[in-house]
């Protein structure tokens, strides 16, 4: 058993200590642990894959840049995806302009493009979970990013309000607007299939893990 596989049941705060002690490679654990809720985090602001990618990177190494200030011992996971939606926000805004807060409410629904496969014919093949990614990606920002959380991520409705700096209601009812906003077959197949949407694994977390490894230890020469 190598030292990282024996601290990945450790828990989140013994991690840092190992980590502020001078175990920089415990942190390869905290990087694979967070690495699918802020890439989800970062897919709900930007839907660009490529840009969610460059988010979840940047945010582990300022994480990982500004780790003595977490208070702990509880609350790193809300801490973190913090830390990925600010950055995801501060991209948004340099790149289009938009305010996650201002931007104006939308409420319309989101049809199936109508030369495509009905939804029974793709949930039978291969490209079931890109076809529905693609489907919540049309939805408005400030409905998209709380409807992964909620819907993929299965995070509570309060860790949610807390991450996006919403009031509690707020998220229960953009959440509710989104379900309505996708047609019915859609979110029978979200529900009845129990897919995993928006996932990272294998080579693509290995590729994050790597490339943030690389550069905390650069940095800590």
């Not at 990945?8 to 705060?13: C, F, G, K």
């Not at 970062?42 to 894959?49: L, M, N, P, T, V």
């Not at 991209?91 to 496969?117: H, N, Q, W």
């Amino acid at each position: 058993m190598t030292e990282i596989d024996s601290l990945t049941t450790t828990e989140d705060y013994q991690l840092i200590t190992h980590i502020l002690a001078g175990n920089i490679n415990a942190y390869e654990v905290v990087i694979r642990r967070y690495n699918q809720l802020m890439y989800r985090i970062a897919r709900g602001i930007c839907a660009d894959d490529d840009e969610a990618m460059d988010i979840v990177q940047e945010a582990h190494i300022t994480a990982y840049q500004k780790l003595s200030s977490f208070k702990g011992p509880k609350g790193f996971m809300s801490w973190i995806a913090i830390i990925t939606r600010n950055i995801a926000l501060m991209r948004l805004r340099k790149s289009s302009r938009l305010s996650y807060k201002e931007e104006e409410e939308v409420f319309t629904l989101i049809e199936l493009d109508t030369a495509a496969e009905p939804i029974h014919d793709v949930i039978a093949n291969e490209q079931t979970k890109a076809t529905l990614e693609q489907l919540i990606n049309a939805l408005p920002i400030n409905y998209r990013a709380i409807f992964i959380l909620r819907a993929i991520e299965q995070m509570a409705i309060n860790d949610i309000a807390q991450i996006l700096s919403l009031e509690y209601n707020v998220v229960k009812v953009r959440f509710y607007r989104a379900k309505i906003m996708l047609k019915v077959e859609v979110r029978d197949v979200l529900t009845e299939q129990n897919l995993s949407l928006y996932e990272f694994a294998g080579d693509r977390c290995d590729k994050i893990t790597h490339n943030v490894m690389a550069a905390i230890k650069q940095e800590s020469r």
